[in-house]
């Protein structure tokens, strides 16, 4: 009954991969998100979508690319990975668009580029 | 850029004791939240403050918001060894309603 996953939990990899990070939530929400939280635990928001459709698309390198099939999963691709990609990964849903809503995370994806 | 910043860094308390941090931040905002997260998990989130309140309760939870100060402050009363977790403040800014910007955390440890 988890409300927000993502898969994997773990990803090691090559530098120069590319690689997919998958995220569902079964919580009903229209809004998703994902974050990049670095070694400092500083968590910065990269994209969001509402129902579908891209509302927050922050300063980030092009290679990473989310896509949203329907409004209950946020898969993110990044391409050409590199060592600065090395970072926590995570996944959350809010009701609605709107900073007042209550955000509900994932368990993070620790992505580590070799 | 990074709105809210908690201060301390780094929090050690002995079981019991009351633990506070604070949040400050920059520009005006609509909303503060905070979040706990455990190590090795996700955020949680655990109160929404906004910004014609001064303060709000939940458990053993007390968060005050002064507007005029830009800052916030977490009570945590009588802690548990649980409440070992990083806390984030997150401001909804009134520029940019979509979206909630965090702070690098307080890392607070309970001594049991």
């Known amino acids: 009954d988890t409300a927000v996953s993502q898969t994997p939990k773990y990803l090691v990899t090559q530098m120069g991969n590319d690689k997919s990070i998958k995220c569902e939530q079964n919580?009903?929400?229209?809004?998703m998100y994902w974050y990049k939280q670095d070694s400092k635990k500083f968590l910065k928001i990269m994209f969001s979508?509402?129902?579908?459709?891209?509302?927050i698309n922050e300063t980030v390198p092009n290679r990473f690319s989310p896509k949203s099939p329907d409004k209950a999963h946020l898969n993110l691709h990044i391409n050409s990975l590199e060592l600065g990609d090395s970072a926590v990964y995570f996944c959350?849903?809010?009701?609605?668009?709107?900073?007042?809503?209550?955000?509900?995370f994932g368990d993070g994806t620790r992505l580590s580029i070799l | 850029s990074q709105q809210g910043e908690e201060d301390p860094q780094a929090l050690s308390i002995q079981e019991g004791e009351n633990a506070t941090m604070n949040c400050s931040y920059k520009?005006?905002?609509?909303?503060l939240q905070w979040y706990r997260q455990n190590s090795g998990r996700g955020l949680v989130h655990l109160i929404l403050?906004?910004?014609?309140?001064r303060e709000k309760h939940s458990g053993r939870l007390r968060v005050t918001l002064d507007t005029s100060k830009k800052s916030s402050s977490l009570l945590i009363t009588a802690s548990r060894a649980a409440d070992t977790a990083s806390y984030f403040c997150?401001?909804?800014?009134?520029?940019?309603?979509?979206?909630?910007?965090f702070g690098a955390g307080t890392t607070v440890t309970v001594r049991a």
């Open positions: 959350a849903s809010s009701p609605g668009t709107g900073s007042h809503q209550p955000q509900h």
């Open positions: 919580l009903g929400h229209d809004t």
């Open positions: 979508y509402n129902n579908k459709e891209l509302i």
């Open positions: 520009t005006s905002i609509n909303n």
């Open positions: 403050i906004r910004s014609n309140e």
């Open positions: 997150a401001t909804g800014p009134s520029s940019n309603d979509y979206k909630l910007s």
